[in-house]
């Protein structure tokens, strides 16, 4: 379902829509390139997405 809403961070279209979490200190809706960025700088190390519906 493709969202209406613009990335905080970049002003992009956001595809998905991902809540930032609240030690981020951001107020508005993210991209998933943004959030995965926020992620990796905020807990440094591997992430991967997995599918938990298979």
Not at 14 to 23: A, D, H
Request: glycine fraction near 12%; charge should be positive; include cysteine.
């Amino acid at each position: 379902m493709k969202s209406n809403e613009k990335c905080t961070l970049c002003g992009g279209s956001i595809e998905q829509v991902f809540f930032p979490m609240k030690e981020w200190g951001i107020d508005g809706p993210l991209c998933g390139k943004c959030y995965s960025k926020k992620l990796a700088e905020f807990y440094p190390g591997k992430h991967e997405r997995v599918n938990l519906s298979e």
